[in-house]
């Protein structure tokens, strides 16, 4: 069975500029998540999907970052003018029916100069 | 807001040595406590959780008991092998549609052969 699938897995920008991450995850996870991981830090969590509905986005930056599930399967994460902050690995996870046990891919680093 | 404390940043050990990486948390409610192991280059992966006081979690010969008293949950194994040095993190969540986790700052244990 495939495991949760992240591209691209490296990105590097100068700031202002903007940046897209795509998640496939597992088939048949119906909830996916979106986490922040700054060097040497826990993972953050973002955003988690229901199917294709937010169940919370309470600590995405709204301002600048969106994420969408439109067809509750893969999901994009998008930055707009990224600043030297959001340098960090992004992680996505999905689970079962909302399960406790979350799966993780291996992200996407970025470097924001 | 809820969080999570790891006391050791870095443990550095023998292989056969006994582990023990200190945990404690702070919640609002009753959360489920989680540990996940991070080998580099990849996500985060589930050990295992426990969701309720004196409950006991274990997976690879690791474990770790919820205790509500102490709002510990620390991680144990008792013998320890070169292929174990990762970064394990402590996480707390509660469900709802999905978990949304806390993580700790993680623990790099480097185990020597």
């Known amino acids: 069975e495939a495991g949760v699938t992240q591209s691209p897995r490296y990105a590097v920008l100068q700031e202002g500029q903007a940046v897209s991450f795509w998640c496939d995850p597992i088939s048949g996870h119906d909830t996916l998540y979106w986490y922040q991981q700054p060097r040497d830090q826990g993972p953050q969590l973002l955003v988690y999907f229901r199917d294709e509905a937010v169940i919370d986005n309470s600590q995405l930056p709204s301002d600048r970052f969106s994420a969408v599930r439109p067809k509750g399967t893969n999901s994009t994460l998008k930055i707009q003018s990224a600043k030297q902050g959001d340098t960090a690995t992004y992680l996505c996870?999905?689970?079962?029916?909302?399960?406790?046990?979350?799966?993780f891919g291996p992200g996407t680093r970025l470097t924001v100069l | 807001g809820d969080s999570v404390t790891q006391t050791e940043g870095q443990v550095a050990l023998s292989e056969e040595d006994f582990l023990t990486i200190h945990c404690n948390y702070s919640?609002?409610?009753?959360?489920?406590l989680f540990w996940y192991v991070q080998y580099p280059g990849e996500g985060p992966q589930f050990l295992f959780r426990a969701s309720r006081d004196k409950e006991k979690g274990s997976s690879r010969g690791f474990e770790a008991t919820y205790d509500k008293g102490t709002t510990s949950f620390h991680l144990r194994k008792a013998s320890v092998q070169e292929s174990d040095s990762a970064v394990y993190y402590c996480?707390?969540?509660?469900?709802?549609?999905?978990?949304?986790?806390?993580f700790g700052t993680g623990t790099s244990l480097l185990v020597d052969p």
């Open positions: 996870a999905s689970s079962f029916l909302g399960g406790a046990e979350q799966f």
């Open positions: 996480a707390l969540g509660y469900g709802n549609m999905g978990y949304k986790l806390t």
């Open positions: 919640a609002s409610g009753y959360p489920a």
